[in-house]
């Protein structure tokens, strides 16, 4: 090993040690995460927690009148939102934006293509499991949140390690490898790995953690299973429509698995695909609200 290598694994293991210093949600979305899991809760409970920020009121209103969600009347309430689009939704749209406030700081990576491909990932999640629901019972809703979440620890690489991040960039686009491995072989940890670092701080519903940690390698999930492999066919997809992370990124294969753990065939699949593509329109619609 470099002794250049052994300095950005030192510098890894400082951030995951120093957990304190990693960014929190805020404490309204936590709460709000208790009342959408809580079987007791009304819309009433949700609202009055997301009024007490009115940036996140004035984003919630006007995504739940956008184009994106596509809802024939108009929505004056946060209460009315929340009905409407039901609790999941909700927890997808403050997760979303508050993740994006976030990281709002200075990057390695190109943010805006970051927040690109995660939407797209998220749109495309959303149509996967709408495409299956009579094969199986997944929450669209639940799938789109965790396509916004599945590169989160690439954001702890890009805004706290920034020089060494910027090596890990360069080693993949020259050596046209996935950053999953440039990441392994620059920094000894993975945004995988780290993405679970910040699921667990932030208490995220298991899940969502499953496939932010396994949307890579869906075959090592032993929980969340199918919502993982839904993830990482999403994922795929947004890298194969150019929406990655820079022009010509390379992505990891396929899991050899995944269509068949779904039960995806040739027909499915291309359906599935100009869904995709017949949407990817809206995915600036959602952006441009969340920013």
């Known amino acids: 090993m470099s002794q250049e290598n052994a300095g950005a694994k030192e510098r890894v293991a400082a951030i995951v040690e120093d957990v304190d210093s990693l960014p929190s949600l805020p404490s309204i979305v936590m709460k709000l995460i208790e009342v959408v899991n809580a079987s007791d809760s009304s819309a009433e409970d949700a609202a009055e927690l997301i ?9 919630m209103i006007r995504l ?3 184009a994106f969600y596509g809802i024939p009347r108009s929505i004056s309430s946060v209460t009315s939102a929340v009905v409407v689009l039901g609790f999941n939704t909700i927890r997808s749209l403050v997760l979303s934006a508050s993740v994006v406030k976030m ?3 200075k990057h390695v990576i190109d943010i805006d293509r970051f927040w690109k491909h995660s939407v797209v990932t998220a749109m495309a999640s959303k149509i996967i499991v709408r495409h299956l629901m009579g094969v199986r019972m997944m929450d669209p809703e ?3 949140c965790a396509g916004v979440l599945h590169d989160i620890g690439m954001l702890i690489f890009s805004q706290y390690m920034t020089e060494d991040y910027a090596k890990v960039c360069e080693y993949a686009k020259k050596n046209s490898t996935p950053l999953l491995e440039a990441e392994d072989k620059v920094l000894g940890v993975n945004h ?9 701080r932030w208490s995220l519903p298991s899940d969502l953690e499953y496939a932010i940690v396994y949307h890579h390698t869906p075959e090592e999930a032993d929980k969340a299973i199918p919502l993982v492999n839904v993830i990482h066919l ?3 997809i947004s890298h194969d429509l150019g929406c990655g992370h820079w022009d010509g990124e390379a992505r990891r294969s396929e899991s050899a698995s995944c ?3 779904l039960k995806i065939g040739d027909a499915d699949y ?4 100009f869904n995709i593509e017949s949407s990817l329109d809206k995915s600036q619609d959602f952006l441009a609200i969340l920013k």
């Open 142 to 144: 639940s799938a789109f």
């Open 103 to 105: 990281f709002e700081g």
């Open 51 to 59: 009024e007490k920020d009115p940036a996140l009121t004035s984003k």
């Open 259 to 261: 269509r068949a753990e």
């Open 64 to 66: 739940a009148n956008s």
């Open 234 to 236: 999403a994922d795929t």
């Open 192 to 200: 995988a790995q780290m993405g679970k670092i910040l699921a667990d």
């Open 270 to 273: 291309a359906k599935i695909m």
